[in-house]
């Protein structure tokens, strides 16, 4: 019997490829040739879901901010700002992602620019507007990136850092 008369069935491959790619990305280097061969698949398979690469970091992208966003609803701007920053400094690959040159062309990926309001929106509502939000979005977005990259030596104690 030919393999070739089987249907295609791969069950969740977009969420299969979404994991092949989140592992890449902390490894290093996403490619979607990768990602399609982690999840077991052909690279024309990985196709039907996402058209090339930046569709497939987009979505990754959303996802990401998503549980981002889940993360910090409910929580006071303080218990965000912590969270931001942690969470930067735990998962920089996936933060250099979802705060990256991407974001600027969001506008092509709905789900990823959706995601990313959302995630704002927290933020903005924990720190009593819109305003207020984006002062407290630049400086723990600032600090979470000067910590990356090594900008601030010795220790930093965010508890004390963040009152």
Request: net charge positive.
């Amino acid at each position: 019997m030919s393999t070739s008369a089987r249907p295609y069935h791969h069950g969740d491959l977009r969420a299969a490829l979404l994991d092949a790619a989140d592992a890449l990305l902390e490894a290093g280097e996403v490619s979607l040739r990768e990602a399609a061969r982690r999840a077991g698949v052909s690279p024309a398979a990985a196709y039907r879901h996402f058209a090339d690469k930046e569709a497939l970091l987009a979505a990754l992208a959303a996802r990401h901010f998503a549980q981002f966003g889940a993360a910090l609803a409910g929580a006071g701007i303080r218990a965000q700002g912590l969270a931001y920053v942690r969470f930067a400094l735990e998962r920089p690959g996936r933060f250099r992602l979802m705060f990256g040159p991407l974001l600027c062309r969001a506008g092509a990926h709905p789900e990823l620019r959706a995601a990313a309001d959302a995630a704002f929106a927290a933020l903005a509502r924990a720190a009593g507007g819109r305003e207020a939000g984006i002062r407290a979005w630049a400086l723990v977005h600032g600090l979470a990136h000067l910590m990356l990259d090594g900008a601030i030596p010795g220790e930093v104690d965010l508890d004390t850092l963040l009152k």
